[in-house]
């Protein structure tokens, strides 16, 4: 039989005050579970003889222990729904019967004490989680962004890493303790909470007060260079038709090989911001162009690997579905080789052959690898040599 659970949203309230039809299911009942802290707001309305299950990481023992039970009642924060634990039950116990009493979450509350309306903000939570859905945000330009935070990504870490790569053109509300006698709402610039300490529970919303300029393009000119050398980065023309053949949009994970400056990963992650971007340079000055310049163009999350990718342990990184070479010593035939053992299928190649030779190697390395060439296209800019731009695909 299907276990049956009562999910309960609560503030943190001192003065915890609970409806009518919480209060009559829990007198009905007697197996209880939340966090230390809703325990000790809402021990008050339990019964006698209530057994209570404490929710700890890691969460395996806690579920192990709801098996010995038909009927649970667990307190959670706000609303159970909102990146909360009728999430986690619904994961851990697909056939469970969930019943959901929420309240305000936290990201509503700070809206309501700054009298903001909120009914266009994305939201998104740092509890435990990584940067990229937040730093996709950013780059996207999103007007309206709750975050929630944890002990590891505070405002203030949040407003440095913000300053970083350039993006002070946010107010950020910062709410404290809500629902608690230290409650504290307070707006701030991006700079002045990078300088300050907030403490825990904490939320906060940033307000754009202007768009950040996201360009579609970039000059090479406008690049950080290796030893100054414009003739050493992807032309911006040659870049973006190079993106085009790559159809990132489709995509989840781009490998940039040769990066040089960064110029084709930092393109991409502009347009296309849900990426998971690893980048492979061989030459260690690569690793401060790359810094330099996805600092520039406020370009964060693009993971930068610096040694010979033909030597390197690349079982660390996430498989691509799209690959761009950008450089491969005179070892195009064994590059394609290893590329192809972690290409996922369906995965798209891009290669920009600038001789003959390349060219040859690149159709019968593709051959051998049973990749289909599905286009080529040949352009000249200025007094450059032509250039063919060759996408394969993996079937």
Known sequence: ???????????????????????????????????????????????????????????????????????????????????????????????????????????????????????????????????????????????????????????NTIAQRMLDYGYNNYRMIVGENLGNAGERVAEYSIEEVAQRSFSMPNCLILKQTHPRHRPLGIPESDFALLDGRAKMITKMPIRLLSLAALDLRSHQTLWDVGFCTGSVSIEAKLQFPHLEIVSFEQREAGRALMETNTRRFGTPGITAVIGDFMEMDLTGYPRPDAVFIGGHGGQLVSMIQRIDSYLTEGGVVVFNSVSPESREAFYESAESCKWHIVSSQRITLDEHNPISILKAVKP
């Open 1 to 155: 039989m299907a276990r049956k659970y009562y999910i309960i949203g609560i503030t943190d309230d001192a003065e915890l005050e609970l409806s009518s039809a919480v209060l009559k299911i829990i007198a009905e009942n007697k197996v209880f579970s939340g966090g230390l802290r809703h325990h000790q707001l809402v021990e008050k309305f339990l019964p006698l003889g209530a057994t209570w299950i404490d929710i700890t990481v890691p969460l395996d023992g806690v579920f192990d222990a709801y098996k010995e039970h038909k009927e649970i009642i667990v307190f959670a924060s706000g609303d159970p729904l909102f990146f909360g634990f009728a999430g986690t039950v619904q994961r851990r116990d697909p056939e469970a019967v969930i019943e959901v009493f929420p309240t305000f979450n936290s990201l509503q509350l700070l809206a309501h004490r700054s009298l903001l309306p909120y009914e266009g903000m994305r939201t998104l939570s740092l509890t435990g989680r990584p940067w990229k859905r937040f730093e996709q945000a950013l780059i996207e330009g999103e007007p309206l962004l709750g975050v929630l935070t944890d002990r590891n990504k505070t405002p």
